[in-house]
C-alpha cells in the first residue's frame, strides 16, 4: 500500500482560499498513491484561534468541496485532515448558531464521504481550540480495502484509551492529522512509536510546516510499522512524504507477539 503524508506549510502570507487550491492540486499530484492524508486545520492553522469563526465552514462547505474533488480526479482514498466546522443547534434553526467542532474529513476515490471524526480532545486547556470549539464524542474508522483505518486528531496523540478503543472497533492504520508544535516535537515523535507499539498497528502522522499565530510547527510528519520502526520522517519544511508498506504486517505482528490479547480489562482500584 502506497501512502502520501502532505505536509503542509501554514502560514499567514497565503489566503486560505490560495492554500486551498494548491493543497487540491497537491493531492491530485499523488493519483497512483492509495492512501493521501493531510494535516489538522490546514487552512487556518491549529493554532489561529481568531480564525476559528471567521473562517468556519458548514461540512459540506468549500473544503469538502475541493477535497472531494481533488480526491476523485486523484482515484485516491484521501483524509482530508480537518477543517473548523461551524453547525446548527438544530435543523430548523439559522445555520451556524451552533458549537464549532475540529473536523476531520475522509473520502474514498469516488469522492464520496466515507467518514467524519470530530476531535474528541481539545487542546487548550482553559483557552484556545478547548473554549472555543465543542468536543467529539465517536470513535470512527473507516475500511479500505487494504486496511481499517482508525483516525484521531493532534492532541488526542497523547490519549492511549482513545486508540485501544480504535484498535477494539478493528483498527489496524491509526491516521493522526496534526498542528503539533516545535517545542513539543519530541514528545510528537515518542508518542507515535508508543501508540504503533501499544496497539501494533500502523501510525501515519502527518503535521503542517511554517509559523502562524506566532507557533512554529513541528513538521517531521512520521510512519511508524506496527514493531515500532520508523519507515521515514519528513524534515521541518513543507514535504511530500511517501512511503510504501503491507498492511498484512498488523495480523502478523498481533500473531507473532500477541500482547494485545493478555490485556486485562477492569482492574480494580488500590484498596486504602
Ligand atoms: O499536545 C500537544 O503538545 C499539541 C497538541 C496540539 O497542538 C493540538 O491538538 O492542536
Same mark, same amino acid.
Given at each position: ?16 482560499? !490560495? ?5 487540491? !492540486? ?5 493519483? +497512483? ?6 494535516? &489538522?486545520?490546514?487552512?487556518? +492553522?491549529? @493554532?489561529? %484561534? &481568531? ?12 473544503? %469538502? ?5 481533488? $480526491?476523485?480526479? #486523484?482515484?485516491?482514498?484521501?483524509? #482530508?485532515?480537518?477543517?473548523? &466546522? ?5 435543523? +430548523? ?7 464549532? %467542532?475540529?473536523t476531520s474529513l475522509v473520502f474514498s476515490p469516488s469522492g464520496d464521504l466515507a467518514a467524519a471524526y470530530r ?14 470549539? +465543542? ?19 493532534? %492532541? ?6 482513545? @486508540?485501544?478503543?480504535?484498535?477494539? #472497533? ?15 516535537? $519530541? ?25 502562524? $499565530? ?29 512511503? &510504501? @508498506? ?10 507473532? @507477539? ?5 490485556r486485562v480489562l477492569g482492574l480494580a482500584a488500590p484498596r486504602r
Amino acid at each position: 500500500m502506497r501512502a502520501s503524508l502532505l505536509q503542509i506549510d501554514v502560514n499567514e502570507g497565503e489566503s486560505v482560499e !490560495s492554500r486551498r487550491v494548491r493543497v487540491a !492540486s497537491l493531492v491530485r499530484e499523488q493519483a +497512483g498513491a492509495d492512501l493521501v492524508v493531510l494535516p &489538522e486545520l490546514w487552512t487556518t +492553522g491549529a @493554532f489561529a %484561534y &481568531e480564525e476559528f469563526g471567521s473562517e468556519a465552514e458548514p461540512l459540506e462547505g468549500p473544503t %469538502y468541496e475541493a477535497m472531494a474533488k481533488a $480526491a476523485s480526479d #486523484a482515484g485516491v482514498w484521501l483524509h #482530508a485532515g480537518s477543517i473548523p &466546522e461551524r453547525t446548527s443547534s438544530d435543523s +430548523g434553526s439559522a445555520a451556524g448558531d451552533g458549537p464549532l %467542532y475540529n473536523t476531520s474529513l475522509v473520502f474514498s476515490p469516488s469522492g464520496d464521504l466515507a467518514a467524519a471524526y470530530r476531535k474528541i480532545h481539545r487542546f487548550g486547556f482553559d483557552k484556545g481550540e478547548a473554549v472555543l470549539m +465543542g468536543a467529539g464524542e465517536e470513535l470512527v474508522t473507516v475500511r479500505l480495502p487494504e486496511t481499517v483505518l482508525g483516525v484521531a486528531t493532534c %492532541y488526542d496523540l497523547r490519549f492511549p484509551e482513545l @486508540f485501544r478503543g480504535l484498535v477494539d #472497533a478493528g483498527a489496524e492504520t491509526l491516521v493522526i492529522p496534526a498542528g503539533w508544535p516545535e517545542r513539543r516535537r $519530541a514528545h510528537w515523535t515518542l508518542l507515535a512509536q508508543a501508540r504503533a507499539v501499544e496497539n501494533q498497528a500502523f501510525v501515519l502522522a502527518c503535521g503542517t510546516a511554517g509559523t502562524h $499565530a506566532g507557533v512554529p510547527q513541528a513538521g517531521h510528519s512520521i510512519v511508524v510499522d506496527p514493531w515500532g520502526e520508523v519507515l521515514a520522517q519528513a524534515g521541518a519544511g513543507e514535504q511530500v512524504l511517501t512511503v &510504501e @508498506f503491507d498492511p498484512g504486517k498488523v495480523a502478523v505482528t498481533r500473531d507473532q @507477539f500477541p500482547a494485545l490479547k493478555d490485556r486485562v480489562l477492569g482492574l480494580a482500584a488500590p484498596r486504602r
